[in-house]
């Protein structure tokens, strides 16, 4: 089972306006992460949200935690077309869903992505 | 800083043959994991790898492999391969004593036929 799962599927916008995707999970979380990613390649690291954080900013993103609603939104201001991409979220991955733990740093769950175009 | 590096890139092998895909982490990360991604969908978790042992695992077959050597580079074994294993492998690194973000390395595009 994915713990998170976007929204919306796909979303088309004109360049210079804002974007808004959201995210919602199932179980609580030690923190949220979104992550890019272009034309089926690697994927990049956005921003980290730790769940004692509700807002946070890098550049043209701001991301908002809401832990009673269990759902994330990241917010792209000004857009470009370079910002055309499939925008994923992560949370750990849930213990139900592994075939076992043995300690170490928690794997990620993604849920299937926003694939977002921005039109010139 | 070289980031995460995967090889190779691009992979087309038959039903029924074994595969072998690389990864070298983040400089100063001592854990890597693996993720498939199919078309259309999000990574899954394969398992992960610290300390040259498989930490975690997700719900995968024993086809699935791995090994982590003394620099922290890690390969993914795929044996008896079928046409659903065909999809992007995605190796991850993060420093677990700092509890880092993970990066993701550019992947491997795996095609079965």
């Known amino acids: 089972s994915q713990q998170g799962e976007e929204d919306p599927q796909a979303l088309s916008i004109q360049e210079g306006e804002n974007a808004t995707m959201n995210c919602s999970y199932k179980?609580?979380?030690?923190?949220l992460q979104w992550y890019r990613q272009n034309s089926g390649r690697g994927l990049v690291h956005l921003i980290l949200?730790?769940?004692?954080?509700r807002e946070k900013h890098s550049g043209r993103l701001r991301v908002t935690l809401d832990t009673s609603k269990k759902s994330s939104s990241l917010l792209i201001t000004a857009s470009r077309a370079a910002d055309t991409a499939s925008y994923f979220c992560?949370?750990?991955?849930?213990?139900?869903?592994?075939?076992?733990?043995?300690?170490?740093?928690?794997?990620?769950?993604f849920g299937k992505g926003t694939h977002l175009i921005i039109q010139p | 800083d070289a980031g995460v590096t995967q090889s190779p890139t691009h992979l087309i092998k038959t039903r029924g043959q074994q595969v072998t895909l690389r990864c070298s982490p983040k400089?100063?990360?001592?854990?890597v994991s693996w993720y498939q991604q199919a078309l259309g969908q999000g990574p899954q978790f394969i398992f992960q790898?610290?300390?040259?042992?498989?930490?975690q695992r997700g719900n995968f077959p024993d086809r699935f492999s791995g090994h982590q050597f003394p620099n922290y580079s890690s390969e993914l074994n795929v044996n008896a391969l079928l046409l659903g294993d065909s999809a992007l492998y995605l190796c991850?690194?993060?420093?677990?004593?700092?509890?880092?973000?993970?990066?993701f390395g550019q992947g491997t595009r795996l095609t079965v036929v």
């Open positions: 400089s100063g990360h001592d854990t």
């Open positions: 949200i730790r769940s004692n954080e």
């Open positions: 991850a690194s993060t420093d677990l004593t700092r509890n880092t973000e993970a990066f």
């Open positions: 179980t609580s979380i030690n923190n």
């Open positions: 992560a949370t750990d991955i849930e213990p139900s869903d592994l075939f076992y733990s043995g300690g170490g740093a928690d794997g990620l769950t």
């Open positions: 790898y610290y300390e040259e042992e498989e930490r």
